[in-house]
């Protein structure tokens, strides 16, 4: 039975991912800053022994350490890491205050340098293992008034790369996802029908979308893909903006 890490589990794609992953017969451990009790007794009702959790920030280190020991500890290993937590921030780069670039730099990219400082150790002897990275397609373009978001999730797209060179030796695949805007709390309601009129599809991505194509990269359905990208976007990427 496969085993499977999801940071920033309680919400969003990464609780959507938590109940593909469960559906399909993995074993999940979700990681989060929040613990919502009625969601995890929801899982638990339905998936008993498949589910546990740890509170954990992955921008500190000694929370990730106590997430790492507290694997080995109940499911005794993993052989998939979806680094999904993230955080995003909106204003002109001249104007943004220093916290909030450190705060982008530690949830969204610093984190993935944690889960890896203590979790691909164990792929490595293991001898397998995937790594899916939750990065944008501001990572891939640029956004208006979204510098640091940016910076951020072009880290993560370079650092999937980088990765996916470094373990491929040891059997280790590591891709990212990059989705256009999704239906979560991290998007502002009043801005889905502008996200969606630029669409190609005209309307938004839904959470559970990501989520199985989160499901291909860390599966062997995915056996030869290693370093990629993947746009998740509705065609929007495509697009070189001349009018219809």
Known sequence: MKRVLIT???SGIGLASTVLFLERGWVVFMADKEEKTDILETLKEQYGEKIFFV???VSKDKDV???HSKVQELIYGIDCVINNAGIIAHGLLHEAPEKDWDDLMSNDVKSIYLTSKYFIPELIQNGHGTIVNTA???GIAGDYEMPIYNAAKGAVVNLTRAMALDY?????RVNSVCPSAVDTNMLNPDNIPKYACVNPLKRICAPIEVAKVIYFLASEESSYCNGVNLPVTGGLDVHTGQPE
């Not at 491929?168 to 280790?172: M, S, T």
């Open 8 to 10: 920033g589990a309680m």
């Open 55 to 57: 509170k954990t920030d």
């Open 65 to 67: 350490k106590h997430l």
């Open 136 to 138: 944008s397609i501001s």
């Open 168 to 172: 491929a030796k040891f059997n280790i």
